[in-house]
């Protein structure tokens, strides 16, 4: 089992910046696909970014793209999104997930094994 649990949310200007931390136990981020989604208000859970466990690879919504980075820290188990530019829509409860299968959809929260809580952020205009 993998137990992730995120931080780093808050309340933020818009075009200002958070980093989100995902810290993973029991299962090493270095052999899990980890990506993160984001669930605003009324609305489905959306994907965000993913970074694979091999070879790096990310890939972002293109709402983000651009404007956000997710990155993976080996050594401290953890996953991180750099959230820049910042906009009112960017409001949502962010979630880490983690995917072992190497033919998941990746863009498809249902695809994925391992989830945390969520953690809430809040960009105001």
């Known amino acids: 089992q993998m137990q992730l649990v995120e931080s780093g949310g808050g309340l933020v200007q818009a075009g200002g910046s958070l980093r989100l931390s995902c810290a993973a136990s029991?299962?090493?981020?270095?052999?899990?696909?980890m990506a993160w989604f984001r669930r605003a208000p009324g609305q489905e859970r959306e994907f965000v970014a993913v970074?694979?466990?091999?070879?790096?690879?990310?890939l972002y919504a293109d709402s983000v793209k651009g404007r956000f980075t997710i990155s993976r820290d080996n050594t401290r188990n953890t996953v991180y999104l750099q959230m820049n530019s910042l906009k009112p829509e960017d409001t949502a409860v962010y979630y880490c997930?983690?995917?072992?299968?190497?033919?998941?959809?990746?863009?498809?929260?249902?695809?994925?094994?391992?989830w945390g809580q969520g953690t809430q952020v809040t960009v105001a205009s």
């Open positions: 997930a983690g995917v072992i299968s190497t033919s998941a959809r990746l863009h498809i929260d249902t695809e994925y094994d391992y």
């Open positions: 029991g299962r090493t981020v270095a052999t899990t696909t």
């Open positions: 970074i694979s466990k091999n070879l790096d690879i990310t």
